[in-house]
């Protein structure tokens, strides 16, 4: 367990380390599909739940506070990194834009089902799933290349960019926070294997969706 948690944290910071030198500028992904909590949430909570209180985002990107941060997220400093657009969270249907991905991270999101958020991991992924399947179905409904040109310049991603796209997780510290709310810390420690089971399980279905994880 501390091992595998010692080579996360490694790959956090190599990965850190690298976009904030910019040796990751060559990489060319047409798109991100994120999943996870108030981590990477850029207004899947605000759209779907509740709005965000202050103090959260004073400085907020000038905008209403969508994120459960004052300021960017994590995600929002990758987007940049890459040269795309800030995410548009899924559950938003308010001027959102799908054209470079889609972000299905919801704060109070839990590997398991929890009782922060109704949108867990397998909820998300299940969203995925549905998200890829219309869009495809519907790029296949277009009957000539100048309708598909227009559709491509609006704001669904291609169908090929889906196995191009670079996927991101970050999700756990609900199950956690729940746990040690709820039990024991030996309980904790006995579900740890079923929370990374899920976790395992989403990975697994996203991959089989993407083919490029």
């Given at each position: 367990?501390?091992?595998?948690?010692?080579?996360?944290?490694?790959?956090?910071?190599?990965?850190?380390?690298?976009?904030?030198?910019?040796?990751?500028?060559?990489?060319?992904?047409?798109?991100?599909?994120?999943?996870?909590?108030?981590?990477?949430?850029?207004?899947?909570r605000f759209a779907a739940l509740t709005?965000?209180?202050?103090?959260?985002?004073?400085?907020?990107?000038?905008?209403?506070?969508?994120?459960?941060?004052?300021?960017?997220?994590?995600?929002?400093?990758?987007?940049?990194?890459?040269?795309?657009?800030?995410?548009?969270?899924?559950?938003?249907?308010?001027?959102?834009?799908?054209?470079?991905?889609?972000?299905?991270?919801?704060?109070?999101?839990?590997?398991?089902?929890?009782?922060?958020?109704?949108f867990d991991l397998g909820i998300q992924?299940?969203?995925?799933?549905?998200?890829?399947?219309?869009?495809?179905?519907?790029?296949?409904?277009?009957?000539?290349?100048?309708?598909?040109?227009?559709?491509?310049?609006?704001?669904?991603?291609?169908?090929?960019?889906?196995?191009?796209?670079?996927?991101?997780?970050?999700?756990?510290?609900?199950?956690?926070?729940?746990?040690?709310?709820?039990?024991?810390?030996?309980?904790?420690?006995?579900?740890?294997?079923?929370?990374?089971?899920?976790?395992?399980?989403?990975?697994?279905?996203?991959?089989?969706?993407?083919?490029?994880?």
């Amino acid at each position: 367990m501390l091992s595998i948690l010692g080579l996360l944290v490694l790959r956090l910071a190599l990965t850190q380390r690298h976009l904030v030198s910019g040796s990751l500028s060559s990489c060319n992904f047409p798109a991100i599909y994120n999943f996870g909590d108030s981590n990477l949430d850029t207004g899947g909570r605000f759209a779907a739940l509740t709005e965000i209180p202050p103090p959260y985002g004073e400085t907020n990107l000038g905008h209403r506070p969508k994120r459960l941060s004052n300021g960017h997220v994590i995600l929002d400093f990758i987007t940049e990194k890459l040269g795309l657009p800030y995410m548009s969270a899924y559950l938003d249907s308010i001027g959102a834009n799908f054209r470079r991905g889609a972000n299905f991270a919801t704060g109070g999101s839990s590997i398991l089902p929890g009782p922060f958020s109704p949108f867990d991991l397998g909820i998300q992924i299940s969203q995925f799933k549905q998200f890829k399947s219309r869009t495809t179905e519907l790029y296949k409904t277009l009957s000539d290349t100048l309708m598909i040109k227009k559709c491509s310049s609006m704001s669904l991603p291609h169908p090929d960019d889906f196995s191009k796209a670079l996927y991101t997780f970050d999700i756990g510290q609900n199950d956690l926070t729940f746990g040690f709310q709820n039990m024991t810390v030996d309980q904790v420690v006995a579900a740890i294997p079923s929370i990374l089971n899920g976790f395992d399980a989403a990975i697994q279905l996203s991959y089989g969706q993407s083919k490029n994880i």
